[in-house]
């Protein structure tokens, strides 16, 4: 195991750079974006570093903080091209290579589509709060509620999303959260046209 005393960035770098870069690239289908992402983490491991109180945890937080980060590289891409966070091609690599399917990323994918299916106060909250990374304050300031009605409105709105993907799909979850297996119970379900 990497053990190093006290941290050292530099250290880091050549003990995680290729292996993370391997992590990002079977995550992302641009090699460009990769780099871009692979440098953000860096920036984030250096920018918190001081943070980290358990030597032992360095490697998961790293890759913590790498998962994060292409969640966040995904998002943006929703965000900014107002459609879901993958291209074609990494589609149509992801559907001939089950090597290579990320099944978070694909449940990702139909929540762009979901999300829509909410009332309108709870969609606004959720795409507001999760999607574009606002505050619940920030929230309650932009809908001039409690700070408790805020919460509520995001806690209503991540459940009901649940209820709904729930109905379309059954979901198997690993002890960290990620989505091992998928099965669309319902023909019709929004998640088995993307």
Known sequence: MFRIKPFNLNQIWQEFRSSLRQFIRARVANEQDAEDILQEVFIKIYSHLSDLREKNNLHSWI??????????????????????????????????????????????????????????????????????????????????????????????GRKKLKNIILECCHLEFDQFGNILDYDINNENCTCRNV
């Open 63 to 156: 890759y913590q903080i790498t998962k994060n980060t292409i969640i966040d590289f995904y998002r943006s891409q929703a965000r900014n091209k107002d459609l879901l966070p993958f291209q074609d091609e990494m589609l149509q690599k992801n559907e001939t290579s089950s090597s290579n399917h990320n099944k978070n990323e694909i449940v990702t994918m139909w929540l762009s589509e979901l999300i829509q299916q909410l009332d309108t106060k709870y969609r606004e909250a959720l795409i507001y709060v999760e999607l574009e990374r606002n505050t619940q304050k920030a929230l309650a300031n932009k809908l001039g509620i409690s700070l408790s009605g805020a919460k509520s409105r995001v806690q209503r």
